[in-house]
Nanobody, 124 residues
């Protein structure tokens, strides 16, 4: 069983920054790709970014490339999402998820475990 705990959401003005954290409880952290997903009101859940803990490869949605950075601290079993230059359209509940795979993808259906969400609100 893998448990994920997301934190770090909050209210920020447009152009500001936030860092989300995802603490992962598992003895085999390196076997999982960890991803960040978001869901805005009335919209489907979408992939934002992911990182493979096998080889460190990353993937980003086009909408966040150049603004968001994902990183992993294997000693702490924690994945971070640094979000800069935030826009009102980034407002959503952000979820982290784990995929038992060496390759990371941005499709929610592929994820094996989900954490609870953390709300990010970007005001204009």
């Amino acid at each position: 069983e893998v448990q994920l705990q997301a934190s770090g959401g909050g209210l920020v003005q447009a152009g500001g920054s936030l860092r989300l954290s995802c603490a992962v409880s598992t003895f085999t952290f390196d076997d999982y790709a960890i991803g960040w997903f978001r869901q805005a009101p009335g919209k489907e859940r979408e992939g934002v970014s992911c990182i493979s803990n096998t080889d460190g490869s990353t993937n980003y949605a086009d909408s966040v490339k150049g603004r968001f950075t994902i990183s992993s601290d294997n000693a702490k079993n924690t994945v971070y999402l640094q979000m800069n230059s935030l826009k009102p359209e980034d407002t959503a509940v952000y979820y982290c998820a784990a995929d038992f795979s060496s390759w990371c993808g941005l499709w929610p259906i592929e994820q094996d475990y989900w954490g609870q969400g953390t709300l990010v609100t970007v005001s204009s």
